[in-house]
């Protein structure tokens, strides 16, 4: 089951239906003697028999109505859409404290809601591996009691998820230009591999063809893709699949350092699957490119302590190997886990493509976009700026902003110390001299 809760500016309902229409949703209506492609939008029938298995849970009832009114609406079962007519402000506790008290999820704020569902599902599926991906502000973010929702909701992240998948605004805002100046500059009468012509996903606005492109939506497709190639061995047969629950098995050494750095090659928003297709070799060496990653950071230049390959297409284990072999000088991985890969290999390649690569590492570079938010977080805190709006909240006190800002202190602390780990080479003993 998917939960979505507005962690930040980026509305993802849309763009997660997309690439699924067009795959597994866009399957056949069994309705009909002679099934039939299920058309979004000016297809020959509206959907009826499928349900996505998703709750969408928002803070104000614009967004939700907004896919009420697309080509989209019938796949959600109107029960399953939460909203309400207020916000909260920016105010992560206006909200948290609410939805605990109430214990039921009702929209109002992005990681305040959030982190309140989190926590009830901590409590009442305890057994249940909770993934989150929380999208992280920018430094040129507008909301300037950011550092104090992110450092609270990072407390409840820390504690109550099995994994979090950090993605930072202002990396997609540059893969998103890097796109749009590649697509301004291919050359034409170039080999590209076209989508199928009636595909409900010819641009990136929630399924529809031939409407104008919104600010965020290209963001969004490139996250809804990380959700999309994490969960295809869910959704499609593969000789290597890979389940949820073995990532966080394999990935996370410490209950605490279960934040996974992700990057996904080829780069696309759906708007441009038909840019040029990469080289199997290079699309691997593109996975451990700072360029790639979804978070401001440089895993080469950090220490791994895990990292998984979740490929999709028709690519062999021998080539997944071989370039296992061929990338493994270049990354730092710690002495106790040298070998520490898994390797997921999807039958089913995204729309437009031959194959894909997801890379998942647990890496602590993570610490340095850790620490930003912690300097931003106390730059605030030391003059008790805004406090007000949150302890005016009936239970919110002090020592919840102290506890928040140790947890993240010792959690930088944690990377710090495995970052500053060096292998101990045992000397040879001595050979035996014979005179």
Request: overall charge neutral; proline content about 5%.
């Amino acid at each position: 089951m998917t939960y979505y809760t507005p962690y930040s500016k980026d509305r993802l309902q849309e763009g997660f239906f997309d690439e699924p229409c067009s795959s597994f949703f866009r399957n056949v209506d069994n309705r009909y003697e002679d099934p039939l492609d299920i058309g979004v939008g000016d297809g020959k029938t509206k959907i009826k028999s499928l349900k996505a298995r998703a709750v969408l849970v928002d803070m104000e009832e614009g967004v939700v109505n907004e896919l009420l009114n697309s080509p989209l609406r019938d796949i959600f079962d109107h029960k399953q859409l939460l909203t309400d007519v207020s916000g909260s402000g920016n105010n992560w506790q206006l909200r948290f404290l609410e939805e605990r008290r109430k214990n039921a999820i009702v929209c109002r704020t992005g990681s305040g809601v959030g982190t309140a569902i989190l926590n009830i599902l901590q409590d009442q599926y305890p057994n249940v591996y909770r993934f989150v991906t929380a999208v992280y502000p920018s430094l040129e973010d507008d909301v300037i009691t950011s550092p104090y929702n992110s450092i609270l909701a990072m407390k409840q992240l820390t504690d109550n998820a099995d994994c979090v998948l950090p993605i930072d605004n202002q990396s997609l805002i540059d893969i998103c230009n890097r796109i749009n100046n590649v697509a301004a500059t291919a050359t034409r009468g170039k080999t590209r591999k076209q989508i199928k012509s009636e595909s409900t996903i010819t641009t990136s606005h929630g399924g529809t063809k031939n409407a104008p492109s919104r600010p965020f939506d290209s963001m969004n497709n490139i996250v809804a893709n990380l959700l999309l190639n994490m969960t295809s061995s869910s959704r499609f047969e593969g000789s290597l699949n890979v389940d949820l629950n073995e990532i966080t098995m394999n990935l996370v050494p410490f209950p605490r350092l279960h934040y996974l750095i992700s990057s996904m090659t080829p780069l696309y928003a759906l708007a441009d699957v038909n840019l040029s297709m990469h080289r199997l070799d290079e699309m691997f060496s593109d996975a451990f490119s700072k360029d790639y990653q979804l978070i401001k950071a440089d895993p080469k230049r950090s220490l791994y302590l895990a990292c998984a390959l979740l490929v999709r297409g028709k690519v062999e284990i021998s080539d997944i190997r071989r370039n296992i072999t061929r990338i493994r000088p270049s990354l730092n991985f710690i002495h106790w886990n040298e070998d520490g890969w898994k390797t997921g290999l999807c039958s089913v390649p995204p729309v437009g493509q031959p194959y894909s690569l997801l890379t998942l590492s647990n890496n602590t570079c993570i610490k340095d976009t850790f620490s930003d938010i912690q300097q931003r977080f106390v730059k605030l805190y030391r003059r008790k700026a805004h406090l007000h709006h949150y302890l005016e909240v009936d239970g919110m006190e002090m020592a919840t902003f102290d506890n928040s800002l140790e947890s993240i202190t010792s959690l930088i602390d944690e990377y710090k110390s495995l970052d500053q780990t060096t292998r101990e080479i045992a000397t040879s003993p001595p050979r035996l001299k014979i005179a």
